[in-house]
């Protein structure tokens, strides 16, 4: 890998396709993001030239004369020294068994042609990189704030997204920040996709928008929605109460996706081969909060809760406590940094935190990113800075190493 002008990374590739045209066109693809490809219209050989250039990633046709993909694939994954080259099928087959048995062979991604221009490129730079993609696409609390006042960070309410090298998908949360990503994804034409949505609970800001998530309505996308449950009702019902008929004019019945629903309650489980912690939070009614471990990094998701200040009548200090154990060490934490030291002192028992709380609370759990998130819809973007530079300034106060930023709707974190 080589850093460019710009400061973006480049990779090497190696297109092998038998069709000249696909391959060609999948090269100019890389070529305008700033990455070399080669490209090889034969299967043969090509196994010899990925261990005499070692490229980042080979972008590998399926159906090809003499030797296919399959064949290429258990080669280069017979050669140790090759364990770091990223291997994409590109087919134009959209079978689950092809899917399945390229990955078992090796492969670390499958697109579908014709492919996606966007969808081969983020794809491809992710596999590279190895990270886990974090994409904010609501950042707001309670309410959605469209109009000036949020132009920078964004109107919509809580939404985000992980992409795990895997290809597991995450989403936490489904407040209007979950119809760009439905757009996004409708847009890339994605066939048969599978994710799980997670809900920390079921206050407006965190539900109302999974109506309008599109892609729950394509036939043979998968998709399983976890959560807590309110005694005795569960996840299932607190989806589909707002999809009764008169709340919302289309019901669950009407999802042409498989949809599954799982009711979770404090502990640990595996999800697509990620473990995921779950701690209930100090918030009216029940509230999950999400910690995710994957290949040695851990991100955490802790919203909606409220920190009560030490010295007010419910300071916890053993809820304190376990909180921070749970967060201890964790690379990012997405929480509710609802409001700034003064607006608390308005708002308390209203089951959100201010920026001091958490800052104090992400230095003692030793969390290397704080992400605030979760604003109040009174603020605008300048208020918004105005909680960061608080956070930054009680950080620095305690020499803390945590680094502390405010994500705004659309961007994209490489964990
Ligand atoms: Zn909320
Ligand atoms: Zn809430």
New binding site residues.
């Given amino acids: 890998m080589t850093i460019g002008s710009r400061g973006k990374a480049s990779y090497r590739f190696l297109v092998v396709d038998d069709d000249p045209i696909a391959a060609a066109a999948a090269a100019a693809v890389l070529r305008g993001a700033g990455h070399t490809a080669e490209i090889m219209n034969a299967a043969s050989g090509a196994v010899e030239r990925v261990a005499a250039t070692k490229p980042d990633c080979v972008l590998l046709d399926l159906m090809m004369p003499n030797v296919d993909g399959y064949e290429v694939c258990t080669a280069i994954r017979a050669r140790p020294e090759l364990a770091r080259t990223k291997i994409i099928v590109l087919s134009m087959k959209a079978y689950d068994y092809d899917r399945r048995r390229s990955r078992e062979l090796g492969a670390d991604g499958y697109l579908v042609k014709p492919v996606n221009v966007e969808s081969l490129l983020r794809e491809a730079e992710r596999l590279i990189r190895d990270t886990l993609d974090l994409t904010y696409w609501g950042v707001r609390?309670?309410l959605p704030v469209p109009g000036p006042r949020s132009r920078r960070y964004g109107g919509n309410?809580?939404c985000i997204s992980l992409t795990f090298p895997s290809g597991a998908f995450f989403i936490f949360d489904a407040?209007t920040g979950i119809k760009a990503l439905s757009d996004r994804i409708m847009a890339e034409g994605k066939p048969r996709m599978m994710a799980h949505i997670f809900i920390?609970?079921p206050?407006w800001?965190?539900i109302n928008a999974l109506p309008f998530f599109a892609p729950l309505y394509v036939p043979g996308n998968e998709f399983e929605i976890l959560g807590a449950p309110h005694g005795d009702i569960d996840v299932r019902k607190l989806v589909s109460d707002q999809m009764d008929g008169i709340y919302f004019p289309v019901t669950i019945r009407e999802f042409g996706a498989r949809v599954y629903f799982r009711d979770l309650s404090e502990g640990e489980i595996t999800v697509e081969g990620v473990t995921v912690r779950t701690k209930l939070l100090n918030h009216p009614g029940r509230c999950l909060g999400y910690r995710v471990e994957y290949g040695g990094r851990s991100f955490s998701y802790v919203?909606?809760h409220e920190l009560y200040p030490k010295g007010h009548p419910h300071y916890d200090g053993r809820y304190r406590d376990e909180l921070a154990a749970f967060l201890d060490g964790t690379e990012v934490l997405v929480t509710?940094t609802c409001y700034s030291d003064e607006e608390y002192k308005k708002k308390q028992g209203w089951g959100h935190s201010s920026v001091i709380e958490v800052a104090d609370l992400a230095s003692k759990a030793r969390v290397k990113a704080l992400h605030l998130f979760?604003h109040d819809p009174d603020q605008s973007d300048e208020d918004i800075d105005a909680k960061l530079s608080q956070a930054e300034k009680r950080l620095q106060e305690q020499s803390s190493p945590t680094r502390v930023i405010a994500p705004a709707e659309g961007e994209t974190y490489h964990i």
Avoid: A, E, R, Y
């Fill in positions: 609390g309670t309410t809580s407040g920390s609970h206050h800001d965190h919203t909606d509710d979760h």
